[in-house]
């Protein structure tokens, strides 16, 4: 069936098959970790602490990654993250008393590197399956490829709930770990090549982005991922546990939902863009989509402060929420990708997904500590002024510029 497909939907395919299965662990991972650590008796602060070093990491490897890529092809990267998942989950398999807060902080440190090691890897790869003039079908791989994956990274949030609830902690992990490793040894046969190595070995000094309009991308990733993580990380899940009284299915069910609605708007978000070849979205755009974003945690933060019910606030904000941030968490996606340089690709997104780290790991800390302090409506309101800074960077970005030669093939 591969064979009958063209080269690049046949290596798109397989790079995404790959991306899918490391999501969906990855997703089932942070919701075991997150409940049953609660389930233990850490506080909403010790357990934002558990994910502190999955965030740093990510900050780096998304900085050496996009240069490693460069050097040695982006499918190679990309097994290396799968390999290190297995040994993150592996990791988790000790006897209980083993796992303290500084082993599972090492644990989810290797998580990370292989979380943005495996992104940063499929998100290179569509800038050199797509012609530079074919930008309306760059947007729609990338948003495909970003909605998909966020679809079953919701899937992942339900199955830790549920696996957690059936089978317990150390079962689930192991089962996960059993099944990527087969998903790893399946693709030393099938994802080979050096798809992404640059022409000229990149130098060690090429790591940080020469572009304006990737500094700028970068800017506002990190502020717009800072605000979704802020309430979502740690001060949902516990306060749907312990305020609202949610069982564990429950909580994993509902933030599964929100993240499987979140990736199909994600996939559509270049038809309600209205992109095409001839004339893509560019910064102007963006600010608008994300000052619409904003305008949606900052009414839910002054809802909870007047009184009214927080269940339907949450349900509905949130839902709300998750709509309109996939278009602009899409939207930026697609530009990054755009903008970036087509020989050593992987600097480019590299640098720019470090920024994305650096925004979860803001929102990380933020989530635990704000939490703790003064409770979710804070932590909305710190994710509304997040969206408008993150509009504000972005406003002054220009559109991907297509080279007249391409244009004229295209």
Aim: aromatic content about 10%.
């Amino acid at each position: 069936m591969l064979r009958q497909l063209s080269p690049e939907v046949r290596r798109y395919l397989l790079v995404t098959g790959n991306y899918w299965a490391f999501t969906l662990t990855d997703g089932a991972l942070r919701m075991l970790v997150v409940l049953h650590f609660h389930q233990l008796g850490y506080s909403p602060l010790q357990i934002a602490m558990l994910f502190l070093f999955y965030e740093v990491f990510g900050v780096v490897t998304n900085l050496v990654g996009g240069w490693l890529g460069a050097r040695i092809g982006l499918e190679r990267t990309m097994q290396i993250g799968l390999a290190l998942q297995v040994v993150a989950l592996s990791m988790l398999l000790v006897p209980a008393p083993w796992l303290t807060v500084a082993w599972v902080m090492a644990a989810q440190a290797l998580s990370g590197i292989a979380k943005d090691l495996n992104k940063m890897s499929a998100k290179s790869s569509i800038k050199l399956l797509v012609a530079d003039a074919r930008q309306g079908a760059l947007y729609r791989w990338v948003a495909a490829l970003t909605g998909s994956k966020n679809a079953l990274k919701g899937v992942g949030f339900f199955l830790g709930g549920a696996l957690l609830t059936l089978f317990g902690f150390r079962a689930s992990v192991a089962g996960m770990a059993a099944v990527l490793l087969l998903v790893w040894v399946a693709g030393l046969f099938l994802l080979r090549g050096s798809l992404g190595r640059a022409s000229a070995r990149p130098k060690f000094r090429d790591l940080l982005s020469k572009s304006a309009a990737i500094n700028r991308l970068s800017a506002a990733r990190m502020f717009l991922f800072g605000a979704r993580d802020v309430w979502f990380v740690v001060a949902l899940p516990v306060y749907l546990s312990t305020t609202l009284g949610w069982d564990f299915w429950q909580v994993g069910g509902f933030m599964a939902a929100w993240l499987m609605g979140y990736g199909v708007v994600q996939a559509l978000a270049p038809a309600l863009t209205g992109a095409r070849d001839a004339r893509m979205p560019g910064g102007g755009a963006a600010a608008a989509w994300g000052l619409a974003l904003a305008v949606v945690p900052l009414m839910m933060a002054a809802m909870l402060a007047a009184g009214i019910d927080a269940q339907p606030v949450l349900v509905g904000g949130l839902a709300l929420f998750g709509l309109v941030f996939a278009v602009n968490s899409s939207l930026h996606s697609y530009l990054v990708v755009g903008h970036a340089a087509r020989d050593g690709v992987s600097l480019d997104v590299g640098f720019y997904y470090m920024a994305n780290a650096m925004g979860r790991l803001l929102g990380t800390v933020l989530s635990g500590w704000v939490f703790q302090a003064a409770g979710l409506g804070a932590c909305l309101a710190i994710s509304g002024a997040f969206v408008v800074l993150a509009a504000l960077v972005v406003r002054a970005l220009p559109p991907v510029a297509i080279p007249r030669q391409a244009a004229a093939e295209g």
